[in-house]
């Protein structure tokens, strides 16, 4: 299994060179004073307790699993709930609460750093405190003063976690028709019955009390999405003075037997009269959740991050070590039997395009988080709309964007290592089937890509995509007398102008028939990430050129960075002319054909 290794050099050139974190946070007055002597130092305590506590059982856990007992109760893998305790220790659970909650008050982007670190490190562990970041969130933004006092102070010292409770069997993502009650008791509760299904870190023992946010139906509600409200519904009952009282009526029925992240307690949650509690009004309970379902898109982009890191980690290990053939262009360690494999330009490839779509994911989860940290605490509503259209728009495109390409990155590790690769004990088909729930998961691929092109273009007649294509144009008007950035700026300059060209075309047709749309939209949301990616290397390469030009010593790293940003203009971002192909070639293949004669 390959060791994971902190990639903070790279985390610090986007951190501080790219998007000089340190003035971000200067600009916010709630995170003003959050320097680059207290980032580092963080990133540094959480590269080590991921190297040394959390990569070590990532396989292991992958093998052994969870247990589920004849009660209903769970056993987490050997590891897990004593690397849990000390990450509780650390004080990472309450690292970006606000202070006045109890939590240490540093930026949500700063807990996405370190979220990249344990998702790359074990992402079946890092699920279990990930989820309760999304559950405090939920009771901080709609739940009452004595939700509150009740819930987050535990929740944020990681004594207890949290998860979200929204899929059933026959919903799925169409969250409308779920059948989940909410019958109303005498004492201002409610007694919630129903079976949801695919719940992470549903039941364990790395905590003493589970917190579940819960999508269910009050009496008489009205059919589809307006109809839905929201619940906690704790494991166990709290007192009024917060200790645990008796078991609520909610039990893991079984755990689901999948593909990957074997790690994780993926339940199937019962809900038998379990007293719940409404948070926010009645039957605005998706909205509720959406402050809850926003972050863990954002967590769900950080998992193709993890993965092309994780795989390129592994993958280029393996090629500088493994012998085999010679180069075509003539021995290059003539002293072995065989080359090593990195020197052949199709496994070069391979590694390139990890690493390309390692550190551009990076790039474009850091510039994501800025804007969360915007939307979180600006002192001026102008602000706040600003950053959260921003994100609007970009958090489709991170979420499905960075989990395909992530996905793809993982299939290169296997194909580096060879017929090794398809072996359990060197851990990298672990990254493919650990990595593909990523584009199922907060919306599945499809689904992004309709809520980006649909709501989030089409609906705001583009204005969403302007206000980032505009931020395109100017960083290309700004550096354009630079002769040294010509091969990136013409071909970014040229895409950005397509794109809303692009665009343009697709909502025409749209208007005649919504199903162009529908057609378009997945390879709309691939341009859009390539683009994104385009803009962000652009932007890599600047810097690196930078400082190339001055006194440095380390230019190894950003030539390094400049000649990868060459590899994705030239190697990578061509595939944005198939997808421009097939939205061109619109619907009428895919829909002329009659249902009976989907025939086999």
């Keep these: 299994m390959p060791q994971y290794k902190a990639p903070i050099r790279d985390m610090q050139f986007v951190m501080h060179e790219l998007l000089n974190m340190e003035a971000h946070y200067d600009s916010l007055a709630a995170y003003a004073g959050t320097n680059r002597e207290l980032i580092d130092g963080v990133l540094e305590a959480a590269a080590s307790f991921c190297e040394n506590e959390l990569s070590p ?14 009660d209903g109760s769970v056993t987490t893998p050997k590891g897990f709930k004593e690397a849990y305790k000390k990450y509780i220790e650390l004080g990472y659970p309450s690292l970006s609460v606000p202070a006045e909650h109890g939590g240490q008050g540093l930026p949500g982007s700063l807990g996405n ?30 739940g009452s003063d004595e939700q509150k006092s009740l819930y987050l102070s535990k929740l944020i010292t990681g004594e207890w976690t949290g998860t979200m409770c929204l899929t059933e069997a026959h919903a799925g993502s169409d969250l409308g028709i779920i059948r989940t009650k909410a019958e109303p008791n005498a004492d ?95 039957n605005r ?32 290990t393996y090629a500088k070590d493994r012998l085999a053939m010679r180069s075509l262009a003539g021995p290059q360690a003539p002293e072995k039997e065989a080359d090593p494999i990195i020197v052949h330009p199709a496994v070069r490839n391979m590694l390139l395009t990890q690493k390309a779509f390692a550190e551009g994911g990076r790039a474009l989860v850091y510039f994501l988080s800025q804007f969360a940290d915007i939307v979180e605490v600006a002192e001026t509503e102008e602000q706040r709309k600003a950053a959260d259209d921003m994100l609007s728009l970009l958090t489709p495109i991170a979420k499905a964007f960075l989990t395909e390409v992530g996905y793809e990155s993982a299939n290169h590790g296997v194909q580096v290592y060879g017929g090794h690769g398809f072996i359990a004990e060197w851990g990298m088909e672990q990254i493919v089937r650990d ?71 697709i909502g025409m047709k749209a208007m005649a028939n919504p199903n162009e749309a529908g057609a378009a939209a997945v390879d709309y949301m691939y341009f859009s990430g390539y683009a994104t990616l385009a803009y962000l290397w652009a932007r890599m390469a600047l810097v690196a050129q930078e400082k190339l030009a001055g006194d440095t010593t380390e230019r190894a790293f950003y030539e390094a960075k400049v000649k990868t940003a060459r590899f994705y203009f030239a190697k990578l971002l061509p595939r944005t002319r198939t997808h421009v192909a097939r939205i061109d070639a619109g619907m009428n293949t895919l829909m002329e054909m009659d249902v009976e004669q989907f025939a086999f």
């Excluded at 790359?120 to 999304?134: E, F, I, K, R, V």
């Design 57 to 70: 059982i990532n396989q292991s856990g992958d093998h052994e699993g969870c247990t589920r007992h004849d």
């Design 113 to 142: 750093f370190i979220s990249e670190m344990v998702g790359t490190a074990n992402w079946s562990w890092g699920m279990y405190p990930g989820l309760s970041h999304g559950a405090i969130r939920t009771i901080e933004h709609h």
């Design 188 to 282: 201002g509760s409610y007694a919630i019955t129903g079976q949801k299904i695919f719940i992470s870190a549903g039941e364990h023992d790395m905590a003493d009390n589970i917190v579940h946010i819960v999508l269910a139906r009050l009496p008489g509600a009205p059919k589809g999405t307006k109809g839905i409200s929201l619940f906690i519904v704790p494991k166990f009952n709290v007192n009024a003075d917060g200790s645990m009282a008796d078991r609520n009526g909610v039990v893991c029925g079984s755990i689901e037997h999948k593909m990957g992240i074997h790690g994780n307690a993926t339940c199937v949650l019962n809900f038998d009269g379990a007293k719940g509690f409404l948070i926010g009004p009645e």
């Design 285 to 316: 309970g998706l909205n509720c959740m959406f402050t809850f379902m926003n972050t863990a898109r954002i967590g769900t982009a950080i998992q193709g991050l993890c993965a092309s890191e994780g795989s390129f980690q592994g993958a280029l």
């Design 435 to 505: 990595t593909r729930i990523a584009c199922l998961y907060e919306g599945t691929t499809e689904i992004q890509a309709l809520d980006l092109l649909g709501r989030k273009v089409l609906q705001t007649q583009g204005a969403l995509l302007r206000n980032f294509t505009k931020m395109i144009h100017k960083f290309c008007e700004a550096n354009a007398e630079n002769a040294d950035m010509a091969e990136f700026l013409k071909p970014l300059a040229d895409l950005n102008k397509e794109w809303g060209d692009l665009t343009m075309r």
